[in-house]
């Protein structure tokens, strides 16, 4: 529950203020895991960045990239300097709310920590957002800083026109080392002290305001507190045994909550390192694995099934830990990733509004084709169109509930549709077994997910229509092979007769050009008209 009043500490109370209502919020189980046995007061970027270099860790390894190593005495300083210049330069109180836009680097691994620590609301967006996605995420936050990859500056320069509140818009390199000219960030830097006043927040602050995009329009922010984050820490990690001689890699961005835990919260809770990849195409991402000697990888299962074909070609004789999370693992997959590895996949289930995974399962647990069962401080069950719990063996909306929990930025009617008399619905339906362990069944809601990335039907839609030559759209999900669904739109045009290869190419790069590339309609079909109700509804099952 929220601390009242308001913190001292926090002189902007713009995200305390955009909660839900507190009886809109889930129930926290206590559970396995006792929400009291978090302090009060605690900051996330402090306790596990500071806090590990107390420990004695601070020569030890924290990140890898490229040729380059930085060891956690070196993020700490680097940090330190970035939350110096956000408080000294420009401007900064604790609660502003700050824009991370970058790729997969150390210096975004930096940025995210000097927010924290400077008692700031990290807002980290996915490298491959177009500045309209970056202005309506800004606005709807109300962004008052951006810190960018250097790469990615043009996109938040852009944005930055659309979204009045944003006053300050610097860049880095992905080293920091000063080598790229337009990194503003890099330059002042080396002007500051490489120690800090970390602040104090309670441990019921928000931390982080994480976008997710729907089904039913724009992307929503779901909000978690420094207490969630170090929550997140103690409980999927119990099924992987984390020690500090682990070194890990994946392909999920930084941006998506999937990739903060398994790349920054629960190797640093542990002492471990990361190498972060900029270029997850398979044969790199093995390459990797067998030059660094990686002990533990995270990623999708489209990635594991195109990994499966070449994996024979390297050597992956250290990695013990292969998880996989963003979309439901084909049990096919499973057997042929452990036919060619001896590895058998730790399959999960997560929801950005739940910060991370909470069904799962590892080792002599792992039942192939299920994705596991509640982890050690969650409950989950399966409940009835009524909200009623269901008996094993029936199929139904997967509910959830735990440490961590739905609570949606100045959304209450999303929020009311997310959380039932205390449950976190995620949108999927599933059947629970005898022994408790969960089984897929399908996703409950019109959300395409292709290779591992949630995609809005309706948000492409959106982008169609914007073209003068789309009179009326329709966005599904199709099944495919590699990525478990394609994006398909189906589109009457104003002329019918410039329907062909080339218009398919034309609106194809009109949606890249405004949205992220990944979201393209890679299957276009035209139609003479779209299938309605008599009120004028479309019935997308019908083009399915």
């Known amino acids: 529950m929220r601390s009242d009043p308001v913190d001292p500490a926090h002189t902007d109370p713009f995200a ?17 895991f006792p929400l009291s046995a978090i302090p009060p007061r605690v900051n996330a970027g402090v306790e596990l960045l500071d806090g590990a270099v107390k420990r004695g860790l601070g020569d030890r390894p924290a990140f890898l990239f490229g040729d380059s190593t930085w060891t956690y005495g070196d993020l700490l300083e680097k940090a330190n300097r970035i939350a110096n210049i956000l408080t000294e330069d420009l401007g900064f109180v604790p609660g502003n709310r700050v824009l991370l836009h970058s790729a997969n680097t150390p210096m975004m691994v930096a940025a995210w920590f000097a927010i924290l620590k400077a008692g700031g609301v990290c807002v980290a967006t996915m490298p491959l957002l177009r500045a309209r996605e970056l202005a309506y995420i800004c606005g709807k936050a109300e962004i008052t800083h951006a810190l960018c990859d250097s790469r990615l ?43 800090f006043a970390n602040v104090d927040t309670a441990a019921d ?37 984390i020690t500090p001689d682990d070194r890990f890699c994946g392909t999920p961005p930084l941006a998506f909550t999937f990739g903060l835990g398994a790349q920054i919260l629960f190797p640093m809770s542990h002492g471990a390192s990361v190498v972060l990849l900029e270029n997850n195409a398979p044969d790199f991402v093995l390459e990797t694995i067998a030059k660094h000697r990686v002990t533990g990888l995270y990623t999708a299962p489209t990635a594991y099934r195109s990994m499966s074909d070449t994996a024979v070609n390297h050597d992956l004789s250290s990695l013990r830990i292969c998880v996989s999370a963003g979309e439901h693992l084909p049990q096919a997959t499973w057997e042929k990733w452990r036919a060619v590895t001896g590895l058998g996949i730790i399959d999960g289930i997560g929801a950005t509004e739940m910060l991370h995974i909470f069904i799962s399962a590892a080792g002599d647990d792992i039942r192939p084709g299920s994705t596991g069962r509640a982890i050690p401080g969650y409950h989950a069950c399966i409940l009835d169109d009524d909200g009623n719990p269901m008996p094993p063996g029936s199929t139904g909306r997967l509910a959830v509930r735990g440490p961590t929990g739905c609570r949606y930025l100045d959304n209450p009617d999303r929020q009311r549709a997310y959380v039932h008399h205390g449950w976190n619905l995620t949108g999927d339906v599933y059947r629970m077994d005898e022994d408790g362990y969960f089984w897929f069944v399908a996703r409950g809601d019109d959300m395409i997910i292709s290779s591992g990335y949630n995609i809005s039907g309706p948000e492409i839609e959106n982008v169609l229509l914007e073209h003068p030559e789309v009179a009326e759209c329709a966005v599904i999900g199709v099944p495919d092979p590699k990525r478990g669904h394609l994006v398909k739109a189906f589109i009457v045009l104003r002329t019918p007769s410039l329907a062909s290869e080339d218009m398919i190419v034309t ?23 779209l299938p309605r109700t008599p009120t004028g509804k479309l019935q997308r099952f019908m083009l399915r």
Request: aromatic share 8%; proline share 8%.
């Open 16 to 32: 305390r203020q955009h909660l839900p209502p507190a009886e809109l919020w889930p129930r926290m189980d206590l559970g396995e």
């Open 153 to 195: 500056g043009d996109e938040v320069e852009t944005a930055k026109t659309a979204a009045p509140g944003l006053r300050h818009a610097l860049r880095f390199s992905a080293l920091g080392n000063g080598t790229d000219p337009k990194a503003s960030l890099d330059a002042a830097m080396a002007g500051k002290r490489p120690e």
């Open 205 to 241: 602050e928000v931390a982080l305001i994480a976008f997710t995009s729907g089904t039913t329009g724009p992307a929503k922010g779901t909000m978690h507190f420094h207490r969630d984050l170090m929550a997140a820490c103690q409980c999927f990690p119990q099924l992987l045994n």
């Open 507 to 529: 609106l194809q790069n009109f949606v890249k050009s405004q949205i992220a590339p990944y979201k393209y309609p890679r299957q276009i079909e035209f139609k003479e008209n």
